[in-house]
């Protein structure tokens, strides 16, 4: 069964402090994608990484850093964090392209900025 | 910009009706895959459906590309099929972004 773990499950920040989100999988997968979910919305892509050691902007990476130290894992960084970050976060991994492929998704991270 | 709408937004239903929920699409599509998000949050795959039909139990996914649109039909619906359905689709620029609906939301009523 494939899997793919994050932590913490939930998290309260102050604003302007530093989060890390952490996600690893024992998929071996190559592929890896950080989402962020407003309520009642669907997932928006903040970055992704095909390799380790190397990192791509999704389509709303701004006041995010990521970080892939191995293949099995991925991290992603709030260096300030602001109210306008509170979201639930999914981490995710794929064999191939998660446009040819079927993702794997951790339980989520809810993080509250206050 | 590319857009993907599903409808309806909500949902209710008894157990044991089907449900049919349809996912729309401004653009041409490189791919199709729906997902259900547990009431809990966690998500997971239930097709990757590029076009065509395909049926895993209770659940079968239409996709037609040159109508733009994929559907999710639910039969004999449960009261675990309760949570959200979200459709996401590929993009022609990518291998990786998927532009993804806001998803439905079915609740099954006992």
């Known amino acids: 069964e494939a899997a793919v773990t994050q932590s913490p499950r939930s998290k309260v920040a102050v604003t302007g402090g530093k989060v890390t989100l952490s996600c690893h999988q024992t998929?071996?997968?190559?592929?890896m994608y950080w989402y962020r979910q407003d309520t009642g919305h669907g997932l928006r892509l903040i970055h992704y990484s095909y390799v380790a050691d190397s990192t791509e902007k999704g389509d709303i990476p701004d006041g995010y850093k990521a970080s892939r130290p191995s293949q099995e894992n991925f991290s992603l960084i709030l260096e300030l964090a602001s109210l306008s970050q509170t979201a639930v976060y999914f981490c995710?991994?794929?064999?191939?392209?998660?446009?040819?492929?079927?993702?794997?998704f951790g339980s989520g991270t809810r993080l509250t900025v206050l | 910009g590319q857009q993907v709408q599903q409808s309806p937004a909500s949902l209710v239903l008894q157990e044991g009706e089907n449900a049919e929920l349809q996912c729309n699409f401004s653009t041409s599509l490189n791919s199709m895959q729906w997902f259900y998000q547990r009431p809990e949050g966690s998500l997971v795959s239930l097709f990757y459906?590029?076009?065509?039909?395909k049926q895993s139990g209770r659940l079968t996914s239409t996709t037609v590309i040159k109508e733009r649109r994929s559907s999710l039909h639910i039969s004999s619906s449960q009261i675990t099929d309760s949570g959200t359905y979200l459709c996401a689709m590929g993009r022609m620029d990518s291998n990786y972004q998927l532009i993804w609906g806001s998803g439905t939301k079915l609740i099954i009523k006992p």
């Open positions: 995710a991994s794929s064999d191939w392209g998660a446009v040819a492929e079927t993702l794997y």
């Open positions: 998929n071996n997968h190559d592929y």
């Open positions: 459906n590029p076009s065509g039909t």
